[in-house]
């Protein structure tokens, strides 16, 4: 088995098809020797912002010189983005070898259930001294659930997945909760829509629930939504403290500066901005962001999946658009531009290739103007691709 076969292995198994529970991550886990027992985690949930959460808690860990592994997804290029230790990728020789290894037990374990189980069996055999798992979909039934972490953390909750979820924030909230374990400690922020729910989980569970405040603190992930990230994050480092990690404020603080996480308000260029923003919530604190820059004219690059709410992302990002180009990524989930057309009320354009597109806007595009491509993660993977840059580099 190469890589290319390992990965494509990976992928067959339901790439797309969400089947959320736990009976079979339990019993793959068992038949690995349950690995997620072997190392000290931090577990992350929200709608928004626990990817940028999961990369503070990892840059600042890393800075202090622990060994952190982190668990992440979706990848933006490849595969192995999701799996890191101490900033490195997982090797493509460590993925075939755990493939080889898992695929005899797998039996009907979906694609997220068997790249869970690679990942925390290969903290395992890195002697992680700490993980930061990021949940998947949702939080109770996730295939991340099956770990027992020292600090549970949720961010920022709005209306996402709700034909799995459920359609209210309450019960996103609750589903979002259920990562919660009998007297872990909790980190939320205050401002947390879904807050009421939670607080009612952690009395039920008999866990302490620490509330936060934005932490207004320069870092190097911009956008003023990273004020509440970072007022969690800061939480959390401090009852990681108190669990015997010792974290000294100069570490601290260039962790916060010198953190990475990729298509996240990202300046890959000059004028070139790419961000993950693929839902309403996160295109509406993407958009209120944007209109602080001072550009001549934007060039926005859009590109939606057809299972998120297109009409209400539209409505923001139409609000920054002097030209909108309308294209899609290549996976069956992305919605066709003509479906995201009729959302839009100004005049736009539709070109199918998203290099294409990137390469249009760069030809009319003036020095003092701004490009920006956004509205899915795989999208802004494949605008990666599209420059051929390295998201992690």
């Known amino acids: 088995m190469n890589y290319k076969e390992a990965v494509d292995y990976l992928y067959d198994r339901k790439i797309f098809f969400i089947e959320l529970g736990l009976e079979k991550i339990t019993k793959l886990a068992e038949r690995l020797g349950n690995p997620q027992k072997e190392f000290k985690s931090v577990h992350v949930a929200g ?162 629930l620490f509330l936060t405040k934005n932490a207004r603190i320069d870092s190097g992930l911009k956008g003023e939504f990273q004020y509440e990230n970072l007022g969690i994050v800061l939480k959390t480092v401090e009852l990681l403290k108190g669990r015997g990690y010792k974290v000294d404020e100069e570490n601290l603080r260039k962790g916060i500066k010198e953190v990475r996480w990729p298509g996240r308000f990202d300046f890959v260029e000059n004028n070139v901005l790419f961000d993950c923003a693929h839902n309403a919530d996160g295109a509406k604190n993407f958009v209120k962001n944007v209109k602080k820059l001072e550009y001549n004219k934007i060039y926005l690059i859009v590109g939606i999946m057809k299972d998120k709410n297109i009409k209400k992302m539209c409505k923001y990002f139409e609000t920054i658009g002097d030209d909108v180009i309308l294209t899609k990524a290549k996976i069956p989930r992305a919605a066709e531009p003509e479906e995201i057309q009729k959302f839009i009320n100004k005049k736009v354009k539709i070109i199918p290739d998203i290099k294409e597109a990137i390469e249009y806007c760069k030809r009319k595009a003036g020095k003092n103007d701004l490009i920006i491509l956004t509205g899915s993660m795989y999208f802004v993977g494949e605008g990666f691709e599209a420059i051929g840059k390295d998201p992690f580099e």
Do not use: M, W
């Open 47 to 208: 709608t928004n912002g626990k990817g940028s959460v999961c990369a503070f808690l990892d840059s600042i860990l890393r800075k202090q010189g622990y060994r952190v592994g982190i668990y992440t997804s979706p990848h933006l290029v490849d595969f192995r983005e999701r799996i890191r230790v101490n900033g490195k990728q997982i090797s493509e020789k460590d993925v075939i070898r755990l493939v080889e290894k898992i695929k005899p037990l797998a039996d009907e374990a979906t694609y997220f259930e068997v790249v869970t189980s690679l990942a925390f069996t290969y903290f395992k055999e890195q002697k992680v001294d700490i993980a930061i798992i990021e949940v998947g979909l949702g939080g109770r039934l996730d295939a991340t659930n099956i770990i027992n972490p020292l600090v549970s953390v949720i961010t920022s909750i709005s209306k996402e997945h709700e034909k799995h979820l459920g359609n209210t924030i309450e019960k996103i909230a609750y589903e979002k909760a259920g990562i919660i374990k009998k007297s872990v400690d909790v980190v939320v922020s205050e401002n947390n829509k879904g807050l009421k729910t939670i607080q009612e989980v952690c009395r039920e569970r008999n866990c302490n």
